[in-house]
């Protein structure tokens, strides 16, 4: 099994639409968890973190953890072309500062 | 504003060649790591360094050695470079404690002929 897993995609959303992205991780020890996206040819960039059980909401961008259910995802609203790029899933490994990511879901959102 | 600077942006290497990546860090942050990027893959951790002379394997650390004599500095080096190195090498740096946040260098594009 993955230490972090992601459904590869694409997805495919249309503008306006709400995508929602998701991830599973494996080590109940894990206490942070982010989501990058990465922009073709581009390195990834820090779009969310959260650190708790529930909602964290910043501007269009939603991240949601369930640490019973070793689940964290990404609502992303009002989904706009730009939008269109793999996210990435990360999660810090056994309590440390080592850093996992998951293999990236392509979300394409068209006009 | 931080930053994060590989020194080559792509470098073309020839097979058996002893190839250095550098990347330096201007935030003062105690861990760094390397990772390469493969399509369908992922970014796979290679090694990892919490401290000055301190180094961590990751994932996939076969074929790879990596020295971080100063905090600021880590480098990746591939000791016999082969075909199957050919990657995306992605270095980044996190400051430790609460701030989590991972920022990356701008890449290096290995092609091993």
């Known amino acids: 099994q993955k230490e972090v897993e992601q459904n590869s995609g694409p997805l495919s959303v249309p503008e306006g639409a709400i995508a929602s992205l998701n991830c599973t991780y494996s080590?109940?020890?894990?206490?942070?968890f982010f989501w990058y996206r990465q922009y073709s040819g581009k390195s990834p960039e820090l779009i969310m973190s959260?650190?708790?059980?529930g909602d964290k909401e910043d501007g269009r961008f939603t991240a949601q953890l369930n640490k019973a259910s070793q689940y964290v995802s990404l609502l992303i609203r009002d989904s706009q072309p730009s939008d269109s790029a793999t996210y990435l899933c990360?999660?810090?490994?056994?309590?440390?500062?080592?850093?996992?990511f998951g293999t990236g879901t392509r979300l394409q959102v068209f006009p | 504003d931080v930053k994060v600077t590989q020194s080559s942006r792509y470098l073309v290497k020839r097979t058996g060649e002893k190839v250095f990546l550098e990347c330096v860090q201007d935030?003062?942050?105690?861990?760094m790591f390397w990772y390469r990027q493969d399509p369908g893959l992922g970014l796979r951790l290679i090694y990892f360094?919490?401290?000055?002379?301190?180094?961590e394997k990751g994932d996939i650390p076969e074929g790879y050695s990596v020295s971080r004599e100063k905090k600021e500095r880590f480098s990746l080096i591939l000791e016999s470079a082969s075909t199957n190195q050919t990657s995306m090498y992605l270095c980044?740096?996190?400051?430790?404690?609460?701030?989590?946040?991972?920022?990356f260098g701008q890449g290096t594009r290995l092609t091993v002929v």
């Open positions: 990360a999660v810090n490994s056994g309590g440390t500062d080592k850093l996992i």
């Open positions: 080590d109940r020890v894990s206490q942070s």
């Open positions: 959260i650190y708790s059980n």
């Open positions: 935030m003062d942050h105690e861990n």
């Open positions: 360094s919490y401290d000055v002379k301190m180094k």
């Open positions: 980044a740096s996190i400051g430790g404690g609460m701030n989590t946040e991972a920022f």
